[in-house]
């Protein structure tokens, strides 16, 4: 059996842009994954939700992989973004679909 270090590299390594986050896309179980679930949903940005609350190895050990003590935490291309706040700042100042534009990941932003 993997250890969550593998399976959240796998993760990280295998989705072009993954939320670990408290609940899942459709039902977010906290206030912070859900505004990052409606930023990315505003995009139009596929990503792939990782609800921590599934599995306490993966819970602590995304916060291990990535050296960032809170949930949600953003990865792009298998680069950590952040959390919450430095999403939602990135977001409102044009950054982060700067970022998805960078990285070749298409956003259909709604008008």
Same mark, same amino acid.
């Given at each position: 059996?993997?250890?969550?270090?593998?399976?959240?590299?796998?993760?990280?390594?295998?989705?072009?842009?993954?939320?670990?986050?408290?609940?899942? =896309? %459709?039902?977010?179980?906290? $206030?912070?994954?859900?505004?990052?679930?409606? &930023?990315?949903?505003?995009?139009?940005?596929?990503?792939?939700?990782?609800?921590?609350?599934?599995?306490?190895?993966?819970?602590?050990?995304?916060?291990?992989?990535?050296?960032?003590?809170?949930? =949600? %935490?953003?990865?792009?291309? $298998?680069?950590?973004?952040?959390?919450?706040? &430095?999403?939602?700042?990135?977001?409102?100042?044009?950054?982060?679909?700067?970022?998805?534009?960078?990285?070749?990941?298409?956003?259909?932003?709604?008008?």
């Amino acid at each position: 059996m993997a250890d969550a270090n593998q399976i959240i590299d796998n993760e990280v390594k295998s989705n072009d842009v993954v939320l670990f986050m408290k609940g899942t =896309p %459709q039902f977010p179980m906290c $206030g912070f994954s859900g505004q990052v679930v409606q &930023i990315l949903n505003y995009l139009g940005v596929p990503y792939k939700g990782v609800n921590v609350l599934d599995d306490e190895t993966i819970r602590q050990g995304i916060k291990d992989y990535s050296n960032w003590p809170t949930i =949600p %935490q953003l990865y792009v291309k $298998g680069e950590f973004v952040g959390g919450c706040d &430095i999403t939602r700042e990135m977001f409102q100042a044009g950054e982060l679909q700067q970022l998805f534009a960078d990285k070749g990941i298409p956003v259909q932003q709604s008008a």
